[in-house]
T-cell receptor, first 115, second 116 residues
């Protein structure tokens, strides 16, 4: 089946620290992988995506590489800012045995960046 | 501007009442989705619709109902049969995927439902 396992939070970092949030997945077929970000009281926004193995998604200084050999899609940022404080969700989209192609989410990781 | 709107942002309901949450999109997307998010947890799929006049149950459909009479609209009704309806509800939409084109879902701003 399809599932996502995400590093549990919360994560607290000082400004300018290096961020890694681990994400591994199990999927049938060839999934697309996503990182979404949720700011307090808001919906989810797409942060970055990768649609095939070895693709690197990047946006706003965040990066993640689709690693098929380790079934991982870890999120990284070299220098976090206070404005990066949010909840981050790893997700995959793949076809299942019924032909549906829904999103499967990790449980989310809350990041707090302190000045 | 294209996007997804949800209304209202906050909704209060008395126990035993049905309530309907609105979701509208002008992205010309075929597929629409409803998720529920509980504090500190991820998203769980309630219902989804891949085309007008068709919808499927997600992982937690009990106590909910939907309709998809128009491409732009996918309202969710939380019925009195839903035992624990207090949550944050998110609507999403996406374009029809090809076999190698599993694109992202776009999310609305959410509706926070509280049962009093």
């Amino acid at each position: 089946g399809n599932s996502v396992t995400q590093m549990e939070g919360p994560v607290t970092l000082s400004e300018e620290a290096f961020l890694t949030i681990n994400c591994t997945y199990t999927a049938t077929g060839y999934p697309s992988l996503f990182w979404y970000v949720q700011y307090p009281g808001e919906g989810l926004q797409l942060l970055l995506k990768a649609t095939k193995a070895d693709d690197k998604g990047s946006n706003k200084g965040f990066e993640a590489t689709y690693r098929k050999e380790t079934t991982s899609f870890h999120l990284e940022k070299g220098s976090v800012q206070v404005s990066d404080s949010a909840v981050y969700f790893c997700a995959l989209r793949a076809f299942d045995q019924t032909g549906a192609n829904n999103l499967f989410f990790g449980t989310g990781t809350r990041l707090t960046v302190i000045p | 501007d294209g996007g997804i709107t949800q209304s209202p942002k906050y909704l209060f309901r008395k126990e035993g009442q049905n309530v309907t949450l609105s979701c509208e999109q002008n992205l010309n997307h075929d597929a629409m989705y409803w998720y529920r998010q509980d504090p500190g947890q991820g998203l769980r799929l309630i219902y989804y619709s891949q085309i007008v006049n068709d919808f499927q149950k997600g992982d937690i459909a009990e106590g909910y109902s939907v309709s998809r009479e128009k491409k732009e609209s996918f309202p969710l009704t939380v019925t009195s049969a839903q035992k624990n309806p207090t949550a944050f509800y998110l609507c999403a939409s996406s374009s029809t995927p090809g076999l190698l084109n599993l694109n992202e879902q776009f999310f609305g701003p959410g509706t926070r439902l509280t049962v009093l």
